[in-house]
């Protein structure tokens, strides 16, 4: 679904629909575009003008399409969205800041468009049967299929999708508002055509992002306020709706039989399962041992020490259960621990630095992950548009104007976290971490590090779950060290996400969601505008002008090869700028099941694809008793 993703601990959203033109027959390019042609009706739209499907295309290449319906998929959440919740939920409203929302919601609702999975930034039609643009691409008419149905039998209509899309910028969640903010606005030109309108000043990627956003009806709400908190299940139109619900502890999503696009090219041989049922547990350790008891069916291994050493049980062993791994061609992104610059004490560079240095990545991979993963350092790991050795040409063209404005450090290699000696307390770094603290003003007093005006340098890590402590811990007496009172505290996920919101936090652990083409939703990350709105993923409240200048040019980008660049030259400002303590990464999916699941030969590239592609085996559910 639109503006989802896949992370570690968390969703922050790229906004990965995104915006292009295809370079198939009948299409109009980029070239005719820029000279002033509008485009004749297409059926999907992609950022540099590469469409794998044509029009007339019977399904994705990476669905069966005649896949078996039925069953449950019971699992434990992995990547969510908005402000759903992996731990508990009090709200069905997942369009809005308030409340928490259970994981999984988007599956209710339809879009305009929809991704494929195996190609980096392509979308096409759903409840839009084709779209047609403006020759100066500011005007995107949408042309509905009349079939298109509410859960109650009526009609989706273009008054639906003017609605949709006009209150989600007015009041939807800060990482749809913030993104849509150069849509000027949608307009119903009868029952099955829109015309969405942007300001001139979006990204060239907008139109996509806004045609993979929630479409939700306009007669429901009329009667309900769109921002509002509510258990009740939202009238929606997608291939699941909300079934048995318990707050807090589980939600089945229940597939909907007569769903109107079951048949559609980009709907076939997806959603197999009758029942999606998730699962919310506050604790991994108790959500581990609920699963080997057979109490849900799938999950993602995040944990290494678990991967490693906690999969020996006698339903792995005698093969009931079954682990996979899968290769993640996503961008890696950026997961570490993110520092809230809007404090004064993260406010100089050194500072943050020092606590780059003070954490031994070495000794944590070996003595607690069990060598499983790799240290991250770009925003863009695992991806080629990650910046490595000395900006080339064309990078430092674009760099050239900010000479003297940002660190010379931009035009050389870029920034790497320090590799250390694997002793957890390398005493080279510590002393380095030691000297940037000095030179940045503070001292240590009677074991304290103090600023001129005797302040200490007190540092709180903020979680929701305890599973990260083993981690924070040693890295907690490092700081000592140094004179850092630092601590570890866990809060319940309501207020968790509530100091998360209004960036009351000095440090918190996020992993960064990116698309393998970045799009406008990228704003969201690290740009001035998005610093102060509350909500949005700007987690360490960067505002700087060259990122934000960096950032347009990588979105705008003409071609593949010209995002590259782009990216690369801002992936050097953003590690110059010690944001972040960053963190490991795999390139890869750990999976764990039940073995009562079938699934296609192939997975899409850039997604797991269980819950779209996967269906039950029945034969293997009798026989195990499970998800029948």
């Known amino acids: ?28 390019s980029r070239k005719a575009q820029a000279a002033g042609e509008a485009s004749g009706r297409v059926h999907g739209l992609s950022v540099f ?58 599956v209710v609702f339809d879009s305009l468009m929809v991704r494929a999975f195996d190609e980096p930034d392509a979308i096409y039609g759903l409840v839009a049967e084709g779209v047609e643009i403006s020759a100066d691409r500011n005007t995107y008419r949408f042309f ?84 509002a908190t509510t258990m009740d299940p939202p009238l929606a139109s997608g291939p699941y709706k909300v079934g048995d619900l318990a707050g807090g502890r589980y939600i089945n999503y229940d597939r ?6 079951k048949d559609l090219p980009v709907m076939r041989g997806q959603y197999n399962f009758d029942t999606i049922r998730y699962e919310f547990y506050r604790d991994r350790d108790v959500a581990f041992e609920a699963f080997k008891a057979g109490k849900y069916f799938f999950r993602e291994e995040f944990t290494s020490r678990v991967w490693a050493t906690g999969y020996d049980f006698p339903a792995i062993t005698d093969g009931r259960v079954t682990r996979l791994t899968q290769p993640d061609d996503t961008p890696s992104g950026a997961q570490g621990w993110f520092l809230n610059t809007r404090l004064q004490k993260f406010s100089d560079p050194r500072v943050r630095e020092a606590l780059i240095y003070a954490f031994d990545f070495e000794w944590t991979n070996r003595t607690l992950f069990h060598d499983l993963y790799k240290r991250t350092h770009s925003y863009f790991q695992n991806s080629d548009l990650m910046a490595n050795g000395l900006p080339d040409e064309a990078e430092l063209k674009l760099l050239e104007p900010w000479r003297g404005k940002v660190p010379d450090e931009v035009f050389g290699e870029p920034f790497s976290p320090p590799v250390s000696n694997g002793s957890g307390q390398d005493r080279k770094l510590l002393r380095h971490a030691a000297k ?67 960036f009351d936090y000095d440090l918190i652990t996020r992993r960064y969601s990116m698309a393998p083409t970045p799009g406008e939703g990228i704003k969201q990350f690290w740009t001035t505008k998005s610093a102060t709105v509350p909500g949005s993923a700007n987690l360490s409240g960067i505002a700087d ?16 090869a010209e995002q590259i660049t782009a990216a690369r030259a801002l992936d050097r400002l953003l590690r110059a700028g010690r944001y972040w303590v960053p963190h490991w990464y795999k390139a890869e999916h750990n999976l764990a099941f039940w073995d009562v699941f079938d699934r296609p030969d192939e997975k899409p ?24």
């Open 436 to 502: 940037l603290l000095k030179d940045a003003g503070w001292t240590v007093e009677g074991g304290q590090l103090k600023n001129a005006a005797g302040e200490a340098l007190r540092i709180q890590f903020l979680d929701n779950d305890g599973s990260m402590e083993r981690v924070v811990q040693p890295y907690i007496r490092n700081l000592k060290l140094l004179g850092i009172d630092a601590g570890f505290r866990v809060v319940d996920a309501s207020q968790y996400q509530s100091r998360l919101n209004d």
């Open 49 to 106: 003008g590469d469409l794998k499907y044509p029009a007339d295309f019977a399904q994705f290449d990476y669905v069966v399409p005649d896949a078996p319906k039925g069953g449950t998929l019971a699992l434990v959440p992995s990547s969510w969205a908005f402000n759903q919740n992996p731990q508990t939920f009090n709200t069905l409203n997942t369009l809005i800041l308030k409340g928490d929302a259970p994981v999984g919601m988007t």
């Open 605 to 628: 590239r850039y997604a797991r694809g269980v819950v779209e592609t996967w269906w039950l085996d029945a034969d293997k559910a009798a026989i195990l008793g499970k998800g029948a």
């Open 144 to 227: 509905l299929r009349p079939e298109a149905r509410w859960h109650d039998d009526t009609q989706l209509t273009a008054a639906d999708v003017e609605f949709s899309l006009n209150i989600l910028k007015e009041k939807g969640h800060p990482l749809i508002s913030q993104t849509i903010r150069e849509m000027a606005g949608a307009r119903a030109l009868g029952a099955h055509e829109v015309e969405v309108t942007f300001t001139g000043e979006q990204s060239r990627d907008l139109a996509q992002t806004v045609a993979a956003l929630p479409i939700i009806s306009k007669d429901y709400y009329e009667s309900r306020p769109f921002d």
């Open 545 to 560: 002008p060259a990122i934000d200048a960096l950032t347009n040019i990588v979105i705008e980008a003409e071609t593949r």
């Open 256 to 261: 909907v039989e007569d769903y109107w696009g």
């Open 1 to 28: 679904m639109a503006l989802s993703g896949f992370t570690r601990r968390d969703v922050l959203n790229g906004a990965t629909a995104l915006a292009g033109l295809a370079a198939l027959p009948g299409f109009a």
